[in-house]
């Protein structure tokens, strides 16, 4: 089985009233390549007639997002034509390449209504051969992602990109990321091979897990050595896990912001294209 480097709890972060653990980067870690980022928002309950999600338009240039809607939803538009709401269960998988201005706030129901709340945005990194490839954005619900049953029906794995098993993802990524969402009860238990060179994503959202020897319970990120290609998990409590593996680019990784470039110039170049208007006019 893989040697497990290092736990890392997720850190508290909110934004404004919104409930925020950031699990990458954090003081103690800083990105595992190409995963860069991780946003844990919720879990939570909105009111009736509250402002929902506050991410407002603002510009990307350089990588890619998955979204997970647990619970709650996100109204998404982005200045590429982009636009949808997508109810829990369901993904955003967007690529923003050479440069695109999002939105991502809540239904105008979610808002009058309100609700129970919890997403998870992860950002992954564009090698620089495809840093400045066309945006793209999609939305899929949750019918539309398929599931692999596991243990009698005690595992349940979403299957976003790449595979598990005979079974592929509805989307695929440029750079061969493999990414799902896990669905433990409790006693249920699964194991995978990751091959040795590619590196391992692996977050605790809910409940608690046994992994590859090791404990590990909700709001932690688990960091793997490259020594071995076995993962055996768990589930101790019910729990839900993001998994997913990729090959490191093993490039230079410069970030400011909104944009993840290769270079500091390659990062002014960013802004200057984002002020004159080259990542498209916002109209709201």
Known sequence: MRNIKRKYKAVNAP????????????????????????????????????????????????????????EGDIMHQDTGGGKSVI??????????GRGLIHAEISSDRFKQEGGPLEILQLWFNLPAKYK???????????????????????????????????????????????????DMK?????????????????????????????????????????????VTVEALKDAVLLFGHAQPYNEPVVSHGPFVMNSEEEIREAFRDYQLGKMGTWEG
């Open 15 to 70: 934004v404004g009233d919104l409930v925020t653990y950031r699990a990458l980067p954090t003081r103690e870690i800083e990105y595992i390549d190409p995963f860069l980022f991780l946003n844990h928002h919720g879990p939570q309950t909105y009111k009736p007639n509250n402002n929902g999600l506050p991410f407002g338009p603002h510009p990307h240039r350089g990588f890619e997002t998955l979204t997970f809607i647990l």
């Open 87 to 96: 109810e829990a269960g369901g993904i955003q998988w967007m690529t923003a």
């Open 132 to 182: 400045m490839v066309e945006p793209k954005y999609i939305g899929l619900q949750k019918d539309k992602i398929p599931t692999v049953t596991e243990d009698e029906g005690k595992v349940k794995v979403n299957v976003v990109s790449g595979n598990w098993g005979d079974v592929e993802g509805p989307i695929t990524s440029l750079s061969d990321i493999h990414m799902t969402s896990i």
């Open 186 to 230: 409790a006693g249920g238990a699964f194991t995978t091979k990751v091959t040795a060179e590619r590196n391992i994503f692996f977050y605790v959202v809910r409940g608690e897990v046994k992994v590859n020897g090791d404990t590990a319970d909700k709001l932690t990120l688990v960091e793997f050595a490259n020594d071995s290609d076995e």
